[in-house]
């Protein structure tokens, strides 16, 4: 049962135009979301994250954006630069008695085109 | 370089072997994570060490052990090995067992059972 999702595999952006990333997840008992970007032959670097208790946040050119009510979570690349080319993967973290478990979606495939 | 360290980079061994992974994490991290990346899957958590204690474990296999050292260094053992195995396994650490700032990703052990 995949509880965190990233339903399209692959998107491709012109430069300079804004890239969208969606990921759904099912669990409501999650209350911590990160997004990390990979590289070719590199581990995930971490990007941003967002608490259950905020609905956005910001970091230069990249925005989280949470719908708690959908079950919704969405990074937005204003504006996307070529080296934004990477895979993203969101992560939906829960919390259970002390211990903190992130459960990652399958990612998504960012290409930038110039 | 993300200062977490995995060795070996590339491993190839036959089916029913047994390998050790090796993660040494950025300095000052306390806690550190092993995940599964199989083909076109998602990280899959398999187990977590807090300061040389299993904290939280996730879909690890019994087949698959592993420990933290006391200078927090760890080792995932990887037994019994089956085709299905073959995949990238990633080490990541964190300051804290929360990871609210993420973790900090190695570049993956790849592993091939041939």
């Known amino acids: 049962d995949q509880q965190v999702k990233q339903n399209s595999p692959s998107l491709s952006v012109q430069e300079g135009r804004i890239s969208i990333l969606n990921c759904d997840y099912t669990n409501s008992m999650f209350d911590y979301f990160l997004w990390y970007k990979k590289y070719p032959a590199e581990g995930p670097t971490f990007l941003i994250s967002i608490s259950s208790i905020k609905d956005k946040n910001e970091d230069g050119r990249f925005t989280v954006f949470l719908n708690k009510s959908a079950k919704h979570l969405s990074l937005h690349i204003v504006p996307s630069q070529p080296g934004d080319s990477a895979v993203y993967f969101c992560a939906a973290r829960r919390s259970t008695s002390g211990t903190y478990k992130y459960i990652f979606g399958t990612g998504t495939r960012l290409k930038v085109l110039a | 370089d993300s200062g977490v360290t995995q060795t070996p980079k590339h491993l190839i061994t036959a089916t029913g072997q047994r390998v050790t992974l090796r993660c040494s994490p950025r300095?000052?991290?306390?806690?550190v994570y092993w995940y599964q990346q199989s083909l076109d899957q998602g990280l899959q958590f398999l187990i977590q060490y807090y300061n040389g204690e299993e904290r939280a474990k996730g879909n690890i296999l019994e087949r698959f052990s592993a420990q933290q050292f006391p200078d927090l260094h760890s080792e995932l053992n990887l037994s019994s090995l089956e085709l299905g195995d073959s995949a990238l396994y990633f080490c990541?650490?964190?300051?804290?067992?929360?990871?609210?700032?993420?973790?900090?990703f190695g570049s993956g052990t790849r592993l091939t059972v041939v």
């Open positions: 990541a650490s964190s300051v804290d067992g929360r990871g609210d700032y993420g973790y900090t």
């Open positions: 300095s000052g991290d306390l806690s």
